[in-house]
Every structure is written in structure tokens, then in C-alpha cells.
């Protein structure tokens, strides 16, 4: 994915008020990002502590158990308990990065408002496989054939039709001729009143 610089914007031709509310934009999509990937991070890395946690816990008791029936029981009581946190600590992570993934990917394919398009995509057909998204190209293929205004540079949403106070209505606003034409048709108009 391509930086975004002043420099990047300068070589498209845009004034400097312009990349400078590009840029500040940018800044807080940007900070968003990374703020959510720190969350993630540290969320992930505290369910990480707190398995190893509960495994040397595990570990411990197991080696006091000795013969104790009843506390071999609570042991595999307590290593079921730890396999179903596991469990749910890795569904937890992959939605996370499905979900950290995916927003990437409208940011990628310039979706105007992501929360809007991510709406409109069936989230259940998209699979991550390692870093990639498989089904999103055609499901966002299909939105910018039916709703190209949700993209940056697609059509615009289209306009209502009907009455718009302060606006020329259509068929009042003439359309501008060339001089020549005018000329000529002046000219043709005079020379029938002429012969008349």
C-alpha cells in the first residue's frame, strides 16, 4: 500500500490548503488504525499471560496430586476449563484480525464510509486465509456496479429528480449558441422579413 504524503500530493497538483486537509484526514484514519491494532495487541498479549498463567497453575497441581482421586478430578475439571478459554480466546483473536483485515481492505478499495459498505457485504461468504480475504473483490466488485458512489472516484450518488428551489428548471435555461449560428440565423430571420 502506497504512503500518503505532502509530497505525493504536490506531484498531483493540489493547492496547499487542500493537502493539508487531506493530510489531516489521513492523520485520523491513520491514529484510529493504529489505535485499534494496540488494543488488539494488548488484549491478545493479556489472554496470553493469562493462559500460561492457569497452565503453570495446571502444571502445580499436578504435581501435588499424587494419588488423590478427588484432586485429579478438580485437575481435569480445570484443564477442560482452561481448553474451552482457550478455544475462546482464539475465536476472539481471528475476529479481531478478520475484522482489522477487512477494514483494511475497504480503506484499500477507497470506500467512502466503510461502516456503510461493510453493511451491505455478506460478511459470512468472506473467509480470511492468512492475510488475504477470499470473496471480498467480487462481492466489491458487484457494490461499485450497483452502488459506484460508495467508492472514491466512482460516479456520484445520483441526483433527485424534481424541483430544487433557487435552481433554473429544466427546459428554461438556454442553451448558449455560437456567435456564428446567432449571427447567421439573425441574418435569415431579416431577410424573411425582407421578402414579406
Known amino acids: 500500500m502506497k504512503q500518503m504524503n505532502r509530497e505525493f500530493l504536490k506531484g498531483l497538483g493540489l493547492e496547499e490548503e487542500a493537502i493539508n486537509s487531506i493530510m489531516a484526514e489521513h492523520g485520523k484514519t491513520v491514529n484510529t488504525t493504529k489505535e485499534e491494532l494496540k488494543t488488539a495487541q494488548t488484549e491478545a498479549q493479556s489472554l496470553k499471560d493469562q493462559l500460561k498463567e492457569r497452565d503453570t497453575q495446571l502444571e502445580e497441581l499436578s504435581a501435588q496430586s499424587g494419588n488423590n482421586e478427588a484432586l485429579k478430578q478438580q485437575l481435569e475439571v480445570l484443564k477442560e476449563a482452561n481448553k474451552q478459554k ?111
Not at 456564428?180 to 430571420?189: D, M, N, T, V
Open 86 to 196: 482457550a478455544a475462546e480466546y482464539e475465536a476472539k483473536l481471528h475476529k479481531q484480525t478478520y475484522d482489522y483485515a477487512l477494514d483494511r481492505a475497504l480503506m484499500g478499495a477507497k470506500a467512502r464510509n466503510p461502516l456503510a459498505v461493510k453493511a451491505l457485504l455478506d460478511t459470512e461468504a468472506i473467509k480470511l486465509d492468512g492475510d488475504k480475504l477470499l470473496g471480498l473483490d467480487d462481492q466489491l466488485n458487484k457494490l461499485r456496479e450497483s452502488d459506484g458512489y460508495l467508492f472514491e472516484g466512482e460516479a456520484e450518488p445520483p441526483k433527485p429528480s424534481g424541483y430544487t428551489p433557487g435552481s433554473p428548471q429544466r427546459g428554461n435555461t438556454p442553451k448558449p449558441k455560437d456567435a456564428y449560428e446567432a449571427g447567421k440565423q439573425r441574418a435569415l430571420e431579416r431577410h424573411q422579413k425582407e421578402e414579406n
